[in-house]
């Protein structure tokens, strides 16, 4: 543990925005993060996970204190189900990629989302049709004012749609060191009820799928979508689903008649902001570096030398532009420091 200063913060984000950190501090172990945290006030330091959920549009005057703590463990086992204890600082799909190696189900539909297993909690990660919350069991983490450590059951994180407690509630409260996940080890409960795995499946002859099979799909699927982050600097979807109660989903939909949705509840509908970005005729737009990706109008992405700013004025447009012709307000997924 060695702390540095003026560094570049480029390669600890996915967007590749090239801020600096002013002091710069990575934690391996648990005792390590405690010495720090008995070292600086918890409002000096900024916590950096993997990088992979915010937006950077400037240089950053606290310590940053960067998460890398790693290790994998079953801690419980039955015949049907095992519990798993991944750190924060492991990457995500490695750590997905270990337990479809295992045959440990559950994960499978979470495969290639990127960042660490610490903050998939923090934002209730999701893709077709699962979420962090179906498949977490608990996790443990520090409170950062007075060091005591606490576990968190699932109903204790308020997890909603792409949210939780720790964006809310205990924001900048806690840090996060270990997440503990209860898996299947046989009779998988497969969830396929999205129509372009069911599709991507079907159009690899699979009719029995394993949740290796499953993992390939969705891996498939977001490869051909989404922009990967080394090539192009990203942080997947930057804005969340909007969902709209039935008076607006019909005004819309009356209007266009083929509109992408997904029911709630019976008074709750979802509609892609990828549908909604594109019908305002900013797929593909670009202004310098900054821009929003041709092939998923969701991701903005950065093509080599765009400032946090840069992008995120497109995202004030995006916005707006939505808003104008939907009076949709798109709420930002992605973490904006500014």
């Known amino acids: 543990m060695k702390l540095k200063k003026n560094i570049s913060l480029k390669s600890y984000n996915s967007f590749g925005i090239d801020v600096k950190a002013h002091q710069f501090i990575s934690v391996k172990r648990e005792d390590e993060l405690i010495g720090i945290l008995k070292r600086f006030y918890a409002s000096e330091l900024f916590v950096l996970g993997g990088g992979s959920n915010m937006l950077l549009t ?15 463990e079953v801690i419980e086992e039955t015949d049907s ?3 798993v ?3 924060a600082g492991e990457d995500w799909h490695d750590f997905v990629t270990y337990c ?8 499978e539909n979470l495969s290639l989302i990127p960042g660490n297993v610490g903050t998939s909690p923090v934002q209730n990660i999701g893709a077709y049709g699962v979420e962090l919350k179906d498949v977490m069991s608990y996790c443990e983490a520090v409170n950062r004012q007075t060091l005591a450590k606490k576990r968190f059951n699932t109903e204790d994180c308020k997890f909603d749609y792409r949210n939780s407690i ?3 509630k205990l924001k900048n409260q806690f ?3 270990s997440v503990i996940f209860k898996l299947t080890k046989n009779n998988h409960h497969l969830k396929l009820d ?5 599709t ?7 009719t029995q799928p394993s949740i290796k099979d499953v993992s390939k799909a969705v891996v498939s699927i977001r490869q051909s979508k989404l922009p990967d982050p080394k090539e192009i600097g990203n942080s997947g979807s930057f804005f969340k689903n909007p969902i709209v109660n039935e008076k607006a989903f019909n005004k819309i939909q009356s209007e266009f008649p083929n509109l992408p949705h997904y029911k709630i509840d019976a008074k709750s509908i979802k509609i892609p902001a990828g549908w909604l970005i594109e019908n305002v005729g900013l797929k593909g737009y670009r202004k310098g570096d900054a821009g929003v990706h041709k092939k998923q109008a969701l991701v903005l992405v950065n093509y080599g030398e765009a400032s946090g700013k840069d992008i995120h004025a497109v995202s004030k447009l995006v916005q707006k532009e939505v808003e104008n012709k939907f009076n949709i307000h798109l709420e930002s997924e992605v973490n904006i420091y500014k």
């Open 81 to 83: 189900h095992v519990l």
């Open 166 to 168: 720790f964006k809310t």
């Open 175 to 177: 840090i996060i060191t």
């Open 100 to 107: 479809l190696e295992k045959d440990y189900g559950g994960l």
């Open 58 to 72: 400037k240089d950053i005057k606290d310590t940053v204190l960067h998460i890398n703590l790693k290790g994998i």
């Open 194 to 198: 999205y129509s372009s795995l069911k």
């Open 85 to 87: 204890k991944a750190a």
């Open 200 to 206: 991507e499946l079907e159009s690899q002859n699979i």
